[in-house]
């Protein structure tokens, strides 16, 4: 085994705690001193490839590399990232690499994981370019099924790497498979409890099954977000459901506004006598205590119960979009027009219907428009 030189060891270290810019002036300072330290010119490689837009210079760090050592593992394998890194049209050039790599070291499981990656991933760019960005089942099939027996060579070299698995998910998934990505789903997160993207896929899967309420669903994006917080689709999943609960406000105005109608019989029903006008003092007041029971158990207690992290993001929702803002100053407004039906000692029904259809069409009229937008 080759032992690598003290300098190439600090800056592994600096790249993983993201000080690219350091561990590459250490490695150039190491390559002024040894320009023949192959390790050093693939650590330089590396440290180029923390941003995508330096890979033509990765590119040129793996041919020094390769120069030095033409049967390097190490140097190929950041060849073929420097390949992937440079863009799909380079994804030939990977899959040659790459062979190399698991010809000169076929116990090596990354080779063979890599190498799927790449056969089907350029194979579908080749598919989708021929056929104007459209590529058929049957093709991606066709393509999947290239590059299956290296997937699961990768896993049987490697049945405890996260990476062999996600190769076999992204081929299942993508060619329709959904057993099979399931089955990867839960073995990554066996590996890695906290993969955010395995996390992201499993916990969207039980909240957008049938019958799921939006508390159940936001509860679910909680709990995972607790385990990955970094995952902005979870983070995004959770705005999702946080406003899911928010639309639910605006049904309880409506309903407060439908009881103030009827309190005053708002409509003539053919066959039956209105209400004599004005309501008394004391049915007026009445109707205030089934408009709090609604507020109070369908708003104020469910949100009581809420755990605190989907409390937090709801106000914090609120902060960040305008939807969630439109919502409930439709919720407020409807409900002040329901106070007014309800409280004022009318005379006519004249403005009182007015009022109620006031409160009722913006409200109604968003409802089904903001089903599906994201707060």
């Not at 790449?118 to 991606?140: I, K, M, P």
Request: hydrophobic residues 50%; proline residues 4%; glycine residues 6%.
């Amino acid at each position: 085994m080759t032992t690598l030189h003290p300098a190439v060891e600090r800056a592994d270290a600096l790249l993983a705690i993201d000080r690219r810019d350091e561990a590459e002036a250490l490695m150039r300072q190491r390559l002024a001193e040894d320009p023949e330290d192959i390790r050093a010119w693939v650590k330089l490689a590396q440290c180029h490839l923390v941003e995508p837009k330096n890979a033509d210079a990765a590119l040129e760090a793996t041919e020094q590399a390769l120069t030095l050592g033409p049967e390097d593992v190490g140097a190929l394998v950041m060849r073929s990232h420097a390949l992937w890194a440079a863009g799909g049209g380079r994804l030939p050039e990977a899959e040659k690499v790459l062979r190399e790599v698991v010809r000169l070291s076929p116990e090596d499981w990354y080779g063979y994981a890599k190498l799927a990656d790449t056969v089907f991933t350029a194979e579908l760019l080749r598919l989708g370019r021929a056929g104007g960005g459209a590529v058929r089942a049957d093709e991606v099939d066709a393509a999947a099924r290239s590059a299956e027996e290296l997937a699961m060579a990768a896993l049987r070299l490697g049945p405890e790497e996260v990476y062999a698995h996600e190769v076999v998910w992204k081929i299942a998934s993508l060619s329709g498979n959904t057993t099979v990505a399931d089955q990867m789903d839960e073995a990554i997160l066996r590996l890695d409890p906290q993969h955010q993207y395995a996390l992201a896929r499993r916990t969207e899967k039980a909240a957008t099954a049938p019958g799921v309420k939006a508390t159940e669903a936001a509860t679910l994006y909680a709990d995972a977000l607790s385990a990955a917080p970094e995952s902005a689709s979870l983070r995004g999943k959770l705005d999702d459901a946080s406003y899911r609960l928010l639309r639910g406000v605006r049904w309880l105005a409506l309903l407060c506004l439908a009881l103030a109608g009827t309190m005053l019989d708002l409509f003539a029903v053919e066959g039956e006598t209105q209400r004599e006008l004005p309501v008394s003092l004391g049915q007026r007041l009445w109707t205030l205590v089934p408009m709090a029971a609604i507020w109070a158990l369908g708003a104020l207690l469910r949100y009581r119960r809420l755990r605190n992290g989907i409390r937090i993001n709801l106000r914090s929702l609120i902060r960040r979009r305008r939807w969630p803002r439109i919502v409930l100053a439709q919720a407020a407004w409807a409900m002040l027009c329901a106070l007014l039906i309800a409280q004022l000692p009318w005379s006519d029904r004249t403005v009182p219907q007015i009022l109620f259809w006031t409160g009722l069409l913006p409200t109604a009229a968003t409802i089904l428009f903001d089903r599906k937008r994201r707060g």
